[in-house]
């Protein structure tokens, strides 16, 4: 007779593996594939001398599985002249694929020592009948298949469904059995069907205990994994679903692995992120990578050939968020430049990143060139569509000074009772910088009667950053006051002057007719030199006389007028 009870709900099961080995599963596919067979069987009666003297015992297994009901009845048979026999005559079976992770089995036994010629059905008043239930873990007639102890890990022959020894029917008298069974996911074996941990939030880790071992069955069901990708080994693939973006942890890091793993991340099949074969402890693998709110696929297999058992973890931990920040700026050489430039480098977000400069797309560049004076602005776009933004100054970097170039000497006049004042751009002689016009100054820039001699004269050339330099140029002053007699409206134009011996007089603004006589006097009011005019441009070789101040001076019998003159050498 089959004994029946109610199946224990998936609360209860979690409860019961919770005790015994802490987290599983946590994987919301996982139905189960599953092989459950005789190992042995033992008849320790005696023959009964119907037809010969040796025994003849039949047994017949059914086995219940609460997602399912009952199989079916399997018969096995043989003879044997030695007793106890043991054995197991015919590699008896159950076999199931796609059951909920938390169904049940129950295994029943009819067993008889018979004498019909068809030793498979049973007549009334064969010797030792018997009929019952398998006695299991805990001493129930029923349990899981993925029972919640270390020794039912996926992928492996367990033999002890009965508590503290593989014997099953210790109430059946001279009949007993010895059943192992194996199971693995229905999923995971290939990319397009992976384990799915579902949503994993932020500050959530999911976790499973799985292998990727060969285990050999009788049965068609698939109860090992496959090699689809990667190493020689077998493959075993999962997925999970962020919400939001986050630091995502990949880890087969745990005691419980006891192989090297190699672990792959992908956003899909052929499409992977990162790979890792040693990053963990030992031989363990390691994958800490930012992504995006979305689903990704995950890898385990071995190292080469390796197989084993492994935990995979995957944890999703807080992400800071995208920001940016300039490392370096390089300033404009001039302010009308657009040699400026600027790198810059984000933080947090989920790579990779691409920038707009100035409004401009720029792809994955983290610096710009070709900028102008003044501000700037770049923005950071991430994987996931976050952005930020930064304006930064690009500043006149210019340090180089103008050059500054003055006229060696300058004739300066002046009259009593007046000021005279100075141009800088008569003192400048084509001063220039790199960065283009410049502002000009002179000190002094103002003389009277007082300053009559040589002074220096400072020029102060600054370019448009600020830059300065200066030259000196010697001013001639000199007294005009009773120079320009009743009848003489002009002046003699002495170029250059200073002169280093070579000039030229200029004498047309003046009446010169063949009396005009021209003297050169030196300081102490000396003729040095005389000439008559012949025309009106006059070039001189004064290369003979001693440097100093001269005096030209232009005599007619109804005018004079004269200049000063510096030679310098």
Not at 51 to 70: C, I, K, M, Q
């Amino acid at each position: 007779m089959r004994t029946l009870r109610t199946p224990l709900f998936f609360f209860i099961l979690l409860l019961r593996m919770s005790s015994a080995t802490a987290q599983w599963t946590d994987v919301v596919n996982n139905n189960i594939n599953f092989e459950f067979r005789s190992d042995q069987t033992s008849f320790t009666g005696s023959d009964d001398g119907f037809p010969t003297y040796d025994a003849e015992p039949t047994v017949r297994n059914d086995f219940w599985v609460s997602s399912l009901g009952w199989y079916g009845w399997v018969c096995s048979n043989w003879s044997t002249s030695s007793v106890p026999y043991q054995g197991d005559p015919s590699g008896t079976y159950f076999w199931g694929t796609n059951h909920p992770f938390t169904a049940e089995f129950q295994i029943t036994l009819q067993a008889w020592e018979s004498d019909n010629s068809d030793p498979c059905s049973y007549t009334s008043g064969d010797d030792d009948f018997w009929n019952g239930n398998a006695i299991l873990r805990d001493g129930n007639i029923q349990m899981p298949v993925v029972y919640p102890s270390t020794d039912f890990r996926p992928c492996a022959w367990n033999p002890w469904l009965a508590s503290g020894t593989g014997w099953i029917f210790p109430n059946a008298g001279v009949w007993n059995q010895i059943w192992s069974e194996t199971w693995r996911y229905s999923a995971g074996d290939v990319a397009s069907d992976p384990l799915s941990f579902g949503t994993i939030t932020t500050g959530q880790t999911k976790a499973d205990i799985n292998a990727n071992r060969s285990v050999p069955v009788s049965s068609s069901a698939p109860l090992q994994y496959g090699d689809t990708y990667g190493e020689s080994s077998a493959d075993v693939w999962y997925s999970f679903t962020l919400d939001q973006a986050a630091t995502v942890t990949i880890s087969t890091d745990d005691p419980v692995t006891d192989f090297d793993t190699k672990a792959y991340l992908f956003y899909d099949f052929g499409n992977m992120i990162a790979s890792d074969d040693d990053g963990g402890t030992g031989a363990t693998s390691l994958i800490t990578t930012a992504l995006c709110a979305g689903t990704y696929k995950v890898c385990v297999e071995g190292f080469s050939s390796s197989t084993g058992l492994f935990r995979l973890s995957v944890t999703a931990g807080s992400l800071n968020a995208l920001s940016l920040a300039t490392t370096n700026i390089t300033p404009v050489s001039c302010a009308s430049a657009t040699d400026g430039a600027a790198s810059w480098a984000t933080g947090g977000g989920v790579a990779p990143f691409e920038y707009v400069l100035d409004g401009n797309n720029i792809g994955g560049a983290t610096s710009g060139g070709s900028l102008g004076l003044g501000a700037h602005t770049v923005m950071a776009e991430d994987a996931c569509g976050s952005t930020t933004s930064i304006t930064f100054q690009v500043d006149n970097g210019d340090s180089t000074p103008p050059t500054a170039v003055c006229l060696g000497a300058l004739a300066v006049d002046v009259i009593d009772q007046q000021t005279t004042m100075l141009d800088p751009a008569e003192v400048d002689n084509g001063s220039t910088d790199d960065c283009g016009p410049v502002d000009l100054s002179v000190s002094p820039a103002a003389f009277d009667v007082d300053d009559v001699g040589l002074v220096d004269v400072t020029l102060t050339v600054t370019d448009g950053n600020g830059n300065t330099s200066t030259c000196i140029c010697v001013a001639v002053v000199q007294n005009v006051t009773a120079i320009g007699e009743p009848g003489s409206d002009g002046r003699i134009l002495a170029v250059p002057n200073p002169t280093d011996g070579q000039v030229r007089l200029d004498l047309s603004a003046l009446a010169v007719g063949s009396d005009t006589r021209l003297e050169l006097l030196d300081a102490l009011g000396r003729s040095v030199h005389g000439v008559r005019p012949a025309s009106s441009i006059m070039d001189l070789d004064l290369g003979q006389l001693a440097d100093g101040v001269y005096t030209v001076q232009l005599v007619d019998p109804n005018w004079r007028s004269s200049t000063r003159l510096v030679l310098r050498r």
